[in-house]
C-alpha cells in the first residue's frame, strides 16, 4: 500500500472512531446487550421456539420478555438459561 493511502485511511480511521463515540448510561447499555442476546437466541431457537413467526422479523426491547418467555418453555435447557439471563 502506498504510504499517502496508508496515512489518509488512518486519519479517516481516527476521525471517525472520535466522531462515533458515545455515553451511555449504564441501563441503556444493558438493554442494548439484553435486544442483541435476544435477537441472537430468536435467530438460533428460531425452528423450535418461533416456528410460527416471521424468520426476519426483528425483535426489539418491548419483545424482549416474550422472547425470554418462548426460551424458557420450548427451548430445553440451553434455551431456558439463555431465557432466565434475559429476564434479569
Not at 476521525?15 to 451511555?24: N, Y
Not at 439484553?34 to 426491547?61: I, K, M, N, Q
Not at 416474550?66 to 434455551?79: D, P, Q, S
Amino acid at each position: 500500500m502506498h504510504p499517502r493511502v496508508k496515512t489518509y485511511l488512518s486519519e479517516l480511521g481516527r476521525r471517525g472512531g472520535r466522531a462515533s463515540r458515545r455515553r451511555l448510561d449504564s441501563a441503556t447499555a444493558r438493554d442494548m446487550v439484553r435486544v442483541r442476546v435476544a435477537r441472537a437466541a430468536y435467530r438460533e431457537f428460531h425452528t423450535s421456539c418461533f416456528w410460527s413467526h416471521d424468520p426476519g422479523y426483528r425483535v426489539t426491547l418491548t419483545d424482549v420478555p416474550w422472547v425470554a418467555e418462548r426460551l424458557m418453555r420450548y427451548g430445553g435447557r440451553r434455551g431456558w438459561e439463555i431465557g432466565a439471563k434475559l429476564c434479569h
